[in-house]
């Protein structure tokens, strides 16, 4: 087994892991959490693509997952910041009570 | 005939005022409340006056300068035509002003008597006072359109007077009666009228030398010829010569006239034998210059037929009014008569002396029915020379000068007729019908005096006919005969006074009315009596009046009449004649088997082809519409309106399925993304299989 196959099989594992807690968790702040595994589990494999491409010299990679870690920290503030203030609305965070939004 | 180029006088340019101030009066009246018996009383009889005043100056006027003088003035116009209409004024038009202001004034006076008690003493004289302004409107009209108005309006008015008391049955039937008649002959003269205006091409009379009564026009129109071979002024004048007769109660449109009586008696007296009756008389001398002798042959005739068919029947009636009114119609006769046989001053002198005594017959009619308390039937009367003593001295003087008895007014004129229809040389027929005519008027004026004013008092016995009487019913009690008030003595005794003497003016020594009304200068000629055979025919015709009188007296006056119950002299010694005359000659019931009875199925077979037929079409057109409409209905509702429906129901259905889908759970929405990514991961891998 190379390098790239267990660093995909990790980091499908870690999707897979923040899939099941994005959907099963109740708590909208877990739910965020797993969302964040998920985006972690692409970095790992923007990373690793990089390392075991055709150009590792390149450094392209790596400025992306920078990026999106960046992109990711803003978003998860954005995120607790919402969470907050649903909290503050509804008295509740748990996601499956927060129906406003059904049509 | 000249015009008079000089400037108008002023009677000429205010004539009009004389028939404008009693309709002024009339629609003043009609404004005034029921209560206001007095002002509308003094309002009518007020502008009669005025127009009296006025009328008498227009005849001095017309006396200074006898030719015919008109005003016109355009009135509107056709295309390019104007039609004009004016007033004229020529001894004819004077001496018939002054006679229909004077027996109007002296009727309207009476009126204030008779008319007491009525509630509808205001619409009386407003009636009355449209009838007189419209009668004069008549008289004065110098355009056949403007006399034609004024004519219908003197035919409304009367139908409005005679259906006076329009509650009773009787008197409504009679008003309808006199109206439609009436428009039979009017029909006739509205047709003369066209046909006039077509060849003349204008309706005045006199116009300067271009009115259709003056000689270019009248020439014209002889020399043409109607298809029958008939001159076109004969055609035009026989037409116009039949509204005169619906007018004019000639046969055989007479039947009118016995059934006005059913209006008051003033009514009676001012329309129904002075005045409106005499309205077609007054046309036919009006258009005197348009009759040929054809035409004026068929006046002569229908006019000595009307004079004796009148008298006939007249002998055999009971009511006092009726036997006066169809010796109005008889008289008419007379008039038509002598216009056909003698020209205008003879027919116009029998109507002026007429209008005089035959209102004050009327008029003492009123006041022996006054007296009577609405008492009609000369049966039921009977001495009354003791009660109303007034009465019965102007009302004999006034059967006296009807008759024709020597030097009273009717005696002239009649003479005068008979003389000129002697001399007619087409026939001596119409002569003969006259003399028997004045036999017979002699004879049922006599038989009437002795009915009502001599013999002893008859009361009516409990099982006579109740009289309906317009007044409350507590005025009907039989109450001793009384004389009725001065203002009512008073017209009677000013109008004895004319009946006895007013023939004087147009004696054969001194004919004044005569040269009057031709223009000529009067002349005092006792020679006159000389001409050869006139004092034969007065002697004749005298005598026959004495005959006429002593046949009354010996069949009604040698022995009193003591019953009311009693059968008439004359129905005792010939009863199938007196009955025929009695149910005046069957002429109404020969209407109502020919022209009602047609007019009837003609009515019933159009009412059977309209409710059939035509309303058959109607119907089922209707049927289509409403069945198409059910039809459309039933599309709309089930077809169109149920498609909708469902589409509506079925858009809400899959709506609500879809929108179930997007319940607000987050989880869910990332539950399809992950299944979405699942299938789409799997569809890749499948893609990439080999």
Known sequence: ?103 | MTQNAAPAAWILRYLWLIPALPILAAGLCALLPKTQRRLSATLSIGSMTVSLILAVRALVHAIAQPAVQVVTFPWMQFGSQWIALGWLLDPLAAVMLVMVTFVGLLIFIYSLGYMAHDDNFTRFFCFLSLFAGAMLGVVIANSLLLLFMCWEVVGLTSYLLIGFWFHRPAAASAAKKAFIVTRVGDLGLLLGMVWLYAQAGTLLFYNHGAGCLEQSAVAAMGAHLTTAGMAVSTAIGLLIFSGAVGKSGQVPLHVWLPDAMEGPTPVSALIHAATMVAAGVYLMARVYPLLDHATLAVIAWVGAITAVFAACIAVAQNDIKRILAYSTVSQLGYMMLGLGVGGVAVGIFHLITHAFFKSLLFLGAGSVIHGCTEEQDIRNMGGLRRFMPITFVTYAAAMLALCGFPLFAGFWSKDAILEHAHAWSPSLGPYYLGAIGALLTAFYMTRQVFYVFFGPQRVPEATAEPVESPRPPERCVIVHPHESPSVMTIPLSILAVFAVFLGFVGTPAWPWFQSFLSATPPGFNMHAFMEPGLIALMIDSSLLVFAGLIFGWWFYGRKPIVRATDPDALERRIPPVFHALADRLYVDEIYGFTVIALTRFLSAFSAWLDRRIFGGVVNLISWLITGLGWFDSGIDRFVVNGGFDLGCRELGAGGRLIASLQNGRVQNYLRVIAGALVVLAALLLWGHRG
Do not use: Q
């Not at chain 1, 990089?50 to 992109?71: D, K």
């Not at chain 1, 995120?79 to 927060?98: K, N």
């Open chain 1, 1 to 103: 087994m190379n390098p790239l196959a267990i660093c995909l099989l990790v980091s499908a594992l870690l999707f897979a892991v923040g899939l099941a807690g994005a959907l099963t968790r109740r708590s909208a702040i877990l739910v965020l959490a797993g969302i964040e595994l998920m985006l972690n589990a692409a970095n790992l494999n923007f990373i690793a693509f990089w390392r075991f491409g055709p150009h590792p010299e390149a450094l392209t990679g790596i400025v992306f997952v920078i990026f999106a870690i960046a992109v990711a920290a803003a978003e998860a503030a954005v995120g607790l910041a919402l969470i907050l203030a649903i909290y503050r609305h509804a008295r509740t965070s748990d996601v499956s009570e927060i129906t406003e939004m059904k049509g």
